[in-house]
């Protein structure tokens, strides 16, 4: 049976709390941000990825998660749970079937939450997404027709994405364990809004939740109707631009159950190793490397140490760390405003 209801616990740092090594592999993360791909076949106009095409030659770098990496850091580490997908699209690495085996066979509850475009999939994928219980999966489609989904999603075929949800449909019938719960993901522009209420109802069809969201680039194919679009989508807001600080704020109040310096407690590993802290750095690492170095040695470098010290306000900026150039620690730095609640601690 698959545990669709996954919490985990968060504690509240005292103030001034240093924060130093783990003493052993104990006090590691149970949930870690692993990303089995960072490859796309698409290229979506507001990507990074695409954008940023030096800086992620030098960063994440395009690659695939091997299996023999994957079994090692599982084997070595007693990790409980892992998202899988990041910044590419995670059916495109060749070992992901044996990956997920891997996992269901050591009882690690996967997710695809950050997701995926679902252009690709094979049968076995399909088949093993359930039958090794992938937990939840989030297909990013914007749009209920090709003409408008190929607008932002360039070279995404829509029908393709709907005969694959309908092939894993197909598997969650026969396997019956509710096993991937999917969510279509539908982010609103000027150019699909005319099609919220069509996409509602395919994604009931298809037995899908949708979620909507407003694109974060205002520019980029502004809303032509806002009241319209909050009313059919449900929306209390179209606003995502809300800053950094904003966010922190909304996480320690308990409004959101995350915030991006947080994942350095649950920190997102490249699918070469390489710790990369949060979710929000692609550009760079936080010096160790979880597959060469253990992972343990890894989440104890220096730099990952003082890094979880600089956002929670106990060390000044340093040139070393990949915090000092990002755009959040900057927001926090402006505002003297920081982290209190990073740490979590296993599953409820
Ligand atoms: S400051 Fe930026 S790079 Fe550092 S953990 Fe926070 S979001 Fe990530």
Known sequence: MSRLFYARKIVKLQESHLIEKYKDKSELPKHIRLDVSTACQLKCPACYMRQEKEAVKKGCKIGHLKFENFKKLVDENDIESIELSNSGEIFLNPDFVKILKYAYKKNIYVTADNGVNLNYLTDEQA????????????????????????????????????????????????????????????????HNEHEILKAKEEAERLNCEIKFDANWDEKYSPIKNPEKVLKETGLTSLDVNISPIEQLQEYENGIVDWFFCRDLWEPQINWDGQILGCCANFKENFGGNAFKDGLLNALNHPYMIYAKNMVTNNAKPAKAIPCTRCWVYKDMYKNNVWLKSPKVEGVL
Do not use: M
């Open 127 to 190: 088949q093993a997404l359930c039958k090794y219980h992938l937990n939840s999966i989030t297909i990013s489609l914007d749009g209920a027709s090709q003409d408008t989904y190929k607008i932002y999603r360039v070279n995404g075929n829509y029908d393709k994405v709907i005969q694959n949800i309908e092939k894993i449909n197909f598997y969650k019938n026969k396997y019956k364990n509710g096993c991937p719960h999917i969510v279509w993901k539908f982010i609103v522009f000027g």
